[in-house]
């Protein structure tokens, strides 16, 4: 039974630049979350996608963008990086019925 | 003010000892609580729900008190491998909302 992954591992990027992000949920999971943690700091939400569509959504500008797949599979995309954008990128899944979420082991992305 | 506030150590305790992590959360609409574990680099990793009632999973024993709106994490007989960030969560309906860890040391 897969557990959740991610790609890539690791990104190095420029300022300005876009960047997508992937996740392929838990199996039997439908739901698909996405925080940016960085140094030091707590996972912070970015937000959830359900059924395709955006459910919740935290505190990050619309340069933040996601997409759900019908396989449940998820992209993040940020676009116009910042520096500030560097850190982990985590996702996480879990069933509709559930609020117990399962992380993937993240993305790390540098921005020069 | 933080959202979910947590003391963030680092505690650093013998092995064998007990320690306990407390953490606060300002939204009274959160739902469900949890405590995650999150070793260096790596993913956090659910350590365990938190229900009003109080719950308990081996050497781990968590508490919910929504009156005073802070959630307890008692981790007894400690071990080396319990050396991690502890992050606990508080989840509504619009939003989830983690602490920015406490951190554990145990020392031999």
């Known amino acids: 039974d897969a557990g959740v992954t991610q790609s890539p591992t690791h990104l190095i990027k420029t300022r300005g630049q876009q960047v997508t992000l992937r996740c392929s949920p838990k199996?039997?999971?439908?739901?698909v979350s996405w925080y940016q943690q960085a140094l030091g700091q707590g996972p912070q939400f970015i937000f959830q996608?359900?059924?395709?569509?955006?459910?919740q959504r935290g505190n990050f500008p619309d340069r933040f963008s996601g997409h759900q797949f019908p396989n449940y599979s998820s992209e993040l995309n940020v676009n116009a990086l910042l520096l500030g954008d560097s850190a982990l990128y985590l996702c996480?899944?879990?069933?509709?019925?559930?609020?117990?979420?399962?992380f993937g082991p993240g993305t790390r992305l540098t921005v020069l | 003010r933080k959202e979910v506030e947590q003391d963030p150590g680092p505690f650093n305790v013998p092995e064998g000892a007990t320690v306990a992590f407390n953490c606060t959360y300002s939204?009274?609409?959160?739902?469900?609580f949890f405590w995650y574990r999150q070793d260096c680099r790596k993913e956090p990793k659910l350590l365990m729900s938190?229900?009003?009632s109080g719950n308990e999973d081996g050497r781990f024993t968590a508490q919910l008190n929504r009156a005073s709106q802070y959630i307890s994490l008692l981790i007894r007989d400690s071990k080396l491998s319990d050396s991690a960030t502890y992050l606990c969560?508080?989840?509504?309906?619009?939003?989830?909302?983690f602490g920015s860890g406490t951190r554990l040391s145990i020392r031999p």
């Open positions: 199996s039997g999971h439908d739901t």
């Open positions: 996480a899944s879990s069933g509709l019925l559930a609020d117990t979420q399962y």
């Open positions: 938190v229900y009003s």
């Open positions: 969560v508080a989840s509504s309906a619009s939003k989830i909302i």
């Open positions: 939204n009274s609409a959160s739902q469900s």
């Open positions: 996608y359900y059924e395709e569509e955006e459910r």
